[in-house]
């Protein structure tokens, strides 16, 4: 176990607040929202911290909605989460395309029935889950190409 002081701790939780995205994605979110597409969050993150990341790189157009596994009180890749936009959308879950860099959450999303794209920008090998995606793509700017 290891001893971390407060400020050293406090410096650490703060560099979370403030990562900054891939240098495509701006352009490619804009271009998806020209396009009529509802862009949400769905994440592991709390709400607070969520609209801090999403205020801090001038995302806030952008967005529709940010969920927050805060609602249901239980991680991905629990179902629970996974409804939420399902739910506040009142659509099916195979209407929701779904990106995320993590294997267990693109296994996750695909198994309840998302259209799961694996965002995988190192050349990875995808974990082996009872899940594989369909698309793969190194950067979002091949988002567009697959929509």
């Given at each position: 176990v290891f001893n971390?002081?407060?400020?050293?701790?406090?410096?650490?939780?703060?560099?979370?607040?403030?990562?900054?995205?891939?240098?495509?994605?701006?352009k490619v979110l804009k271009d998806l929202k020209e396009k009529r597409f509802k862009l949400s969050i769905l994440s592991n993150?709390?709400?607070?911290?969520?609209?801090?990341?999403?205020?801090?790189?001038?995302?806030?157009?952008?967005?529709?909605?940010?969920?927050?596994?805060?609602?249901?009180?239980?991680?991905?890749?629990?179902?629970?989460?996974?409804?939420?936009?399902?739910?506040?959308y009142k659509i099916k879950p195979e209407e929701i395309v779904f990106l995320s860099a993590n294997t267990w959450d693109v296994s996750g999303g695909g198994n309840y029935g998302y259209n799961s794209i694996w965002v995988n920008r190192n050349k990875s090998y995808f974990d082996n889950l009872d899940y594989f995606p369909k698309n793969e793509i190194d950067n979002l700017t091949h988002l567009l190409d697959i929509l």
């Open positions: 971390i002081d407060n400020n050293l701790k406090s410096e650490l939780l703060n560099l979370y607040k403030i990562l900054s995205p891939y240098p495509e994605v701006k993150g709390t709400p607070k911290l969520l609209k801090e990341l999403v205020n801090s790189n001038n995302f806030n157009n952008l967005f529709d909605d940010i969920f927050s596994i805060e609602e249901v009180k239980i991680y991905k890749p629990d179902s629970r989460v996974y409804d939420l936009p399902v739910k506040k």
